[in-house]
């Protein structure tokens, strides 16, 4: 029991514990925010990345669909192309001067809609090289963004493993300096961080440097006398006095 006294800080330093807890625990909330502000950049470069793929399957699935389309005006020219020659053949059995007439009358519309035809293939296979270019264009820009997000990806990874190794060296010492407060005081301390991060304040002038709120003539006086952890009535938070 004795020891464990004597290995306590006594009441004079054990606000300056109390300070240097307050200042690790602000350098862990830091490293904590930055890594999460870290890995939100990287989730959201990724998404970016990911969005330009889905991109990039659409196009695919567009040119192939079209493909398509293009292949079946192909056959659909071809099959023209056989009936007309067909017809063509035929045009020279016919004796008869009036079925010669319709049958030349009809290679000629085919002839017009091959024609048509024709066009429309060579302003489909046009667009289709369009579309191509674009894919390709797509994929090269696609390989360059995930080459940059691989390097990033590592540069997040390296920034991640120092921030760690610092926690880590931060945790060691808050807790050599826990170590040395009582339960009562490592208590209050902790119940006021987890709320929210901040537990020991200076006080400016005779104001709460948590709340700002004036501090009781009673307050000031615990501060002034050094004795005992003097908390602000308003706010909880634990006061010290600025240095002379
Ligand atoms: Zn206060």
Request: glycine fraction near 6%; charge should be negative.
């Amino acid at each position: 029991m004795e020891l464990e006294a004597t290995n306590k800080a006594t009441l004079t330093n054990r606000m300056e514990v109390l300070k240097h807890l307050q200042s690790i625990d602000n350098r862990l909330i830091e490293f904590t925010k930055k890594k999460e502000t870290l890995l939100a950049a990287l989730e959201k470069r990724r998404a970016q990345v990911q969005q330009r793929k889905e991109l990039l399957a659409q196009k695919q699935k567009e040119s192939k669909d079209f493909q398509k389309e293009t292949d079946g005006k192909e056959l659909e020219h071809k099959c023209l192309e056989e009936e007309i020659k067909k017809s063509r053949g035929k045009l020279f059995q016919i004796k008869n001067n009036k079925e010669y007439t319709a049958l030349l009358s009809e290679v000629g519309s085919k002839e017009a809609d091959k024609s048509v035809l024709e066009d429309e293939i060579l302003s489909m296979m046009s667009k289709l090289e369009g579309l191509r270019v674009e894919e390709k264009e797509l994929e090269k820009e696609i390989q360059g963004e995930e080459k940059e997000l691989s390097a990033y990806a590592g540069s997040v990874e390296a920034e991640l493993e120092v921030l760690g190794k610092e926690t880590l060296g931060h945790q060691k010492q808050w807790k050599e300096n826990a170590d040395l407060l009582d339960k009562e005081a490592l208590t209050q301390y902790q119940r006021l961080i987890e709320k929210d991060g901040l537990a020991v304040v200076e006080v400016h002038g005779e104001d709460c440097g948590g709340c700002n709120m004036r501090l009781t003539p009673q307050t000031v006086n615990l501060l002034l006398r050094h004795q005992e952890l003097t908390l602000c009535k308003n706010c909880g938070k634990i006061l010290y006095l600025p240095e002379q």
